[in-house]
């Protein structure tokens, strides 16, 4: 009895084409987790500026709300004034007196290579955002017909990879409780 061996096994073309689908299925796959990771990475830039633009909005608001009329303790807000904005070339600065008599200033100052928020009160003065967040503009608008309020527009977006830049532009108003 003469027994024939069969070859079993996969020809070049079988080959070809499982190592083919193999290839497709891996770079899809890649692909995909690249732009999940960089989906990931703009949310979280852009989380990043909107926390440190909300501490702002609410340190700026609180301030606004309570402000009070001048009695001419601040040398740049007018008696009986209740808000001045002078622009200093960066952008516009707020000057204004708050609940507790102390002058008050919003401006936006160059920090290193980055532009942040300015905090001064009388002669203290503090930056109250990150210098990861880069402030591009600032601007106030006032309105001291009826019951003051400030209108403030901001363009700002986070430091790094432009593709994660989560740019925001941001305006809002602000109203003073201060009734005479």
Avoid at 11 to 37: A, G, N, P, Y
Avoid at 54 to 63: A, D, G, H, P, T
Avoid at 89 to 100: A, K, T
Avoid at 121 to 128: E, L, N
């Amino acid at each position: 009895m003469i027994f024939k061996r069969q070859k079993t096994g996969f020809s070049l073309i079988e080959v070809l084409v499982s190592v083919t689908l193999f290839v497709v299925i891996v770079v899809s796959s890649t692909e995909i987790f690249r732009m999940v990771i960089g989906s990931q990475r703009e949310a979280i830039a852009n989380q990043n500026v909107q926390e440190s633009l909300k501490y702002f909005y609410e340190v700026l608001s609180k301030e606004i709300r309570m402000a009070r009329r001048s009695d001419g303790t601040c040398p740049q807000v007018p008696l009986d004034q209740m808000f001045v904005v002078i622009n200093n070339g960066v952008s516009d600065v707020l000057y204004f007196q708050n609940y507790y008599g102390k002058c008050v200033t919003y401006e936006l100052a160059v920090d290193g290579d980055t532009q942040r928020f300015k905090i001064t009160r009388d002669s203290d003065s503090d930056f109250i955002s990150p210098n990861k967040i880069f402030i591009e503009k600032l601007s106030f608008v006032l309105n001291n017909t009826g019951q003051p309020s400030v209108t403030i527009y901001l363009e700002a977006h986070a430091l790094g990879d432009k593709r994660f830049r989560a740019d925001m532009d941001i305006q809002t108003t602000i109203t003073s409780r201060y009734y005479k």
